[in-house]
Every structure is written in structure tokens, then in C-alpha cells.
């Protein structure tokens, strides 16, 4: 499956996501560390206003001590609050290992995520509120091989047909994990298509790439 958008170009959802505070892209789109927003749009646009369910892992945890913090200006949720006004009509899920940030809006949920054990994100997907399926699952949290893995392993379930699962800021030094173990999901996992961006940025030489599993 093959995406197309332009990196350099500012979206609605660049805005929305800039002004939330999230990381994912701002109007300033060129001198932003991720550019994600671009791709977000083309691929969101068309389903803007459908009654969606979406999880986003990784509510941006302002604790330095922790791993894949957002540093002590973060803005916990700030990715939550961008889906909730870019998707106007649906639900928005989120889950933390920081429960000291974990909060709750009349159309956003936030659980307690631990993404390198399996039993506990198990756990996690049989609380009530999660119990039916999503149209999108976006992993924003631990970023490291083997965390994004238990994660996926144990979430792909929960996806729904035509729905996305995306794993964010994947390290270019560790791409050819990905590439290993994609191998390996495709023969798993007959029914997804994979597909590992490396979306160009003019600032970001580092993380700026995205696993794209689509759910035929």
C-alpha cells in the first residue's frame, strides 16, 4: 500500500496538533521535530467525521525520570486533546506507565500501560471501556524495539478492519529490526499490509519514521 503527501506542507492537523502542545507537528511544519501531522492528514482526512474508536499509547509523560518523556514543559495528553478536536464524532482511549498523568473527559479515557509486559497490557484491553475494537491504535510510547513489539503483539487484535496501527518514532539505527521482524508478521499476519516510512525532515536525522500496519 502506497501513501501520498508532502512532508513540507502544513495541515489542519498541523495546527491542531501544534496548538495541543503535541510533538507530532505544528503550523510550522518545516522546523518542527516531527512531520508526522503531514501524513496523519492524508490518511485521516477522509474519515474525519465517522464515528471513530482511537488509541494512542504514550500520553507524554513531563516526568524526566522516566524513559520517553516529554521533558519537564511537556503537556501530558497533548496528542489526545489534537485527535479529540481533529475527530469531532469519536472516542479517544489513551493508556500511560505514568499514572501520576492518567485523566478522563467526557470523550477521553486514559488507562495504565505497561508496554514490556505482555500480562499487563493484556490486562489493560480487558477493561470495559476497551472491550470492542479500534480504527486506530497508535503506539507513542516507549520507543524501543522490543517494548513496540510486545505491544504490537498484543494489541493487534484489537484492530479493526481498514483500521491502522501505527508505531511512531522508530530510531533509523533500528530499522532493520523492523525490517527483520516485519519478515517475520507477514507471514503471521496474512491479513496486514506493512509498510515502514521514513518520512523527510529537514531538522529530525534521528527518529522520523513510522511503522504503517494497515488491516485489510
Request: net charge negative; proline share 4%; glycine share 6%.
Amino acid at each position: 500500500m502506497s501513501y501520498v503527501f508532502d512532508e513540507k506542507v502544513c495541515t489542519p492537523l498541523c495546527e491542531i496538533m501544534g496548538r495541543n502542545k503535541s510533538d507530532k507537528g505544528n503550523i510550522n511544519i518545516r522546523a518542527s521535530h516531527h512531520n508526522y501531522t503531514t501524513f496523519y492528514y492524508s490518511i485521516f482526512k477522509d474519515i474525519q467525521l465517522m464515528p471513530l474508536r482511537i488509541f494512542e499509547l504514550g500520553l507524554g509523560t513531563n516526568n524526566v525520570n522516566l524513559p520517553s518523556n516529554m521533558g519537564p514543559n511537556g503537556r501530558p495528553g497533548a496528542s489526545l486533546y489534537g485527535w479529540n478536536e481533529f475527530f469531532p464524532n469519536s472516542y479517544i482511549f489513551g493508556a500511560d506507565i505514568d499514572k501520576n498523568i492518567l485523566f478522563n473527559t467526557e470523550k477521553i479515557n486514559t488507562f495504565f500501560c505497561d508496554q514490556t509486559n505482555h500480562q499487563i497490557v493484556k490486562n489493560m484491553w480487558n477493561e470495559p471501556k476497551l472491550s470492542e475494537g479500534f480504527d486506530i491504535i497508535i503506539d507513542d510510547g516507549l520507543h524501543s524495539f522490543q517494548a513496540n513489539v510486545c505491544f504490537f503483539e498484543n494489541s493487534i487484535d484489537k484492530l479493526n478492519q481498514n483500521g491502522y496501527f501505527i508505531i511512531e518514532d522508530i530510531l533509523f539505527n533500528e530499522k532493520y529490526l523492523f525490517e527483520n521482524k516485519i519478515r517475520i508478521w507477514q507471514q503471521k499476519y496474512t491479513d496486514l499490509l506493512f509498510n515502514l516510512l521514513c518520512i523527510p525532515s529537514e531538522i529530525n536525522k534521528s527518529d522520523n519514521n513510522l511503522l504503517v500496519v494497515y488491516k485489510k
